[in-house]
């Protein structure tokens, strides 16, 4: 294949994830907009918690989409995607998977449970996120040495 088929491969292809997850993150803001209200007053006090656990969760994976889309654009425009944008664009979306992870710890510490459950079982609730941060950041440094490669490739031709 030549450069300039994959670089329109690469650009089609951005634009279509770009739109799913900017249309995805549009119905997930949608759904906690007019859902949350109805299931804090059907719902009773004691799931109430869990509730604004599960929005808060929410609002972080539509804002995780927001950033891909955001990401997409920027390789769908360039047809680049070894940028120092997007580097960075990966490690605030492992941010937001660290922020998703303490979500139960802080959701149950402000609201009436405060730490019955203890600190090591609700660090342990959000160790997937911590899991998929990891390897977001190890994905993030995978970008920079790709960028390094795509700046030496560039320089020799």
Known sequence: MMKSNVETIIRRSSLVVMMISGIISVFIILSVIFNYPRDI??????????????????????????????????????????????????????GLFVIKGLVPLAVKSLYSEGFMLGVPRLIVAGIGD????????????????????????????
């Open 130 to 157: 911590f899991f998929i941060a990891g390897l977001l950041l190890l994905f993030a440094e995978i970008m920079r040495y790709g960028k390094l490669l795509q700046n030496e490739s560039d320089e020799t031709l």
């Open 41 to 94: 007053e059907i719902f009773p006090k004691v799931t109430r918690n869990l509730i604004r656990e599960e929005a808060i969760a929410r609002c972080l994976c539509a804002a995780v989409l927001f950033v891909a889309a955001f990401i997409f654009f920027r390789i769908f425009r360039s047809g680049r995607p070894f940028t120092d944008g997007n580097i960075w664009a990966v490690r605030s979306i492992a």
